[in-house]
Every structure is written in structure tokens, then in C-alpha cells.
């Protein structure tokens, strides 16, 4: 198994921009995770999704940040318009079946915005 | 509320025993997980505690007092390849995963 893919690994994007990570699961893992980690705030859940929909959005920090599963193969975060304290490294993980199965991260998205 | 703490670094010798310790506050709890993570690097998973006790895997162990919302993990035989972040994190009945500061560790020759 390839594990969970992640795009692009890196981004540097001037503010005002839009971006788009992409992830796509372990083939037959029902759950999906974004996660945002700094150096100040650590690993943080932006949100997570069950069989394609949305279970917890608490830890989306704004409207600016928005999520779609469109499909059990396929999840974007997308951040309109991004900004400079938007830089950090984006995590996906995937799981069997919601938080209380290991969760297998990505490699990673480091967004830089200047 | 939640609220989940870990010492910020611990140093410890190559062939030692080391414990991070984990404590956490919340209303709602269902179990708790360790990471590591080597820096540049991805979290992976080590272990998952939900009744109270000890579980051991291997070098290491995690141990679990849900009345005391307190953790710890148990690194034996410590290697150089242990120098990583250890991550605890809790499941609050599957509505929220809440991961903790992390302890960056590093093992000395």
C-alpha cells in the first residue's frame, strides 16, 4: 500500500492567494484527518470526516479554511485568502474507522505564505 | 473544557529507561494514544491504552490511570534512533482528537 498521499509536498504562495492541499486515504479507511502543526500551537485537528462527511469542524480556525470529501478516495482543504500566519505543515491521516483506530499521517504539506 | 500537558524536553543516556509522563483534563474521554515523531517527519503510531493498566509492546510500554487522567510512556534499552517528539493525544467519544505539546527527547551517547 502506498499510504496516505499528500500534494503538493511544498507551497510557497504570496498572501491573498488561494490554496489547495490534496490528500487521498489508505484504500479502505473510512476516516480522513486534517491537521495543521506550528511550532506554537502543535498538532492541531482542522476537522475530520466519516464515510465522506464531516464529523468535526471545531478546529477550523475561520471561513477562510474550508474541506470537501467529494469521494472515500479524495479530500482538499482549501484556504481563501491565505495568509502569512496560515504557514505551517498540513497533515492527512486516514483511519479504519473514526479516532479510536491508528491513525496513518501523511508526509506532509509545508505551506509558506509571504 | 480540554486541556492536555507533557513536559517540553527530557535528556536521557543510550541503554537507559526513560517515562513521559501525559496528563490531561477532560469531560469526555474514550482512550489514549502515543505518537512519535522524528523531526521533518510524519507522527506514527505506538500505542493505544483505554482501561486503566499497563500495556507493553515491545521497548516500550504506556500505562493508563483514567481516574487520575494521567499516562505515561515507558522507553527501555533507549537507542539513538529514540531522539523523536512523543506525542500524547486523547479520543473525547469520537467527536474530537485532542493531541498534546509533545516531548521532544534526546538520547545521548
Known amino acids: 500500500d502506498a499510504g496516505v498521499i499528500q500534494s503538493p509536498r511544498h507551497e510557497v504562495t504570496e498572501m491573498g492567494q488561494e490554496v489547495t492541499l490534496r490528500c487521498k486515504p489508505i484504500s479502505g479507511h473510512n476516516s480522513l484527518f486534517w491537521y495543521r502543526q506550528t511550532m506554537m500551537r502543535g498538532l492541531e485537528l482542522l476537522i475530520y470526516?466519516?464515510?465522506?462527511?464531516?464529523?468535526?469542524d471545531s478546529g477550523m480556525p475561520e471561513d477562510r479554511f474550508s474541506a470537501k470529501m467529494p469521494n472515500a478516495s479524495f479530500s482538499t482543504l482549501k484556504i481563501q485568502p491565505s495568509e502569512p500566519r496560515d504557514s505551517a505543515v498540513y497533515f492527512c491521516?486516514?483511519?479504519?474507522?473514526?479516532?479510536?483506530?491508528?491513525?496513518?499521517f501523511g508526509p506532509g504539506t509545508r505551506l509558506t505564505v509571504t | 473544557g480540554q486541556n492536555i500537558d507533557q513536559p517540553t524536553e527530557m535528556t536521557a543516556t543510550e541503554g537507559a529507561i526513560v517515562q513521559i509522563n501525559c496528563t490531561y483534563q477532560?469531560?469526555?474521554?474514550?482512550?489514549l494514544f502515543w505518537y512519535q515523531q522524528h523531526a521533518g517527519e510524519a507522527p506514527t503510531f505506538l500505542s493505544y491504552n483505554v482501561l486503566d493498566g499497563l500495556e507493553e509492546k515491545g521497548r516500550f510500554s504506556s500505562f493508563l490511570s483514567r481516574s487520575k487522567g494521567y499516562s505515561y510512556l515507558l522507553l527501555k534499552e533507549l537507542q539513538m534512533k529514540d531522539s523523536a517528539s512523543y506525542l500524547c493525544?486523547?479520543?473525547?467519544?469520537?467527536?474530537?482528537?485532542?493531541f498534546g505539546p509533545g516531548t521532544r527527547l534526546s538520547v545521548l551517547p
Open positions: 477532560t469531560s469526555g474521554f474514550n482512550g
Open positions: 493525544a486523547y479520543d473525547n467519544y469520537g467527536q474530537n482528537f485532542v
Open positions: 470526516f466519516n464515510n465522506n462527511v464531516p464529523i468535526d
Open positions: 491521516a486516514s483511519s479504519l474507522q473514526g479516532p479510536l483506530y491508528e491513525q496513518y
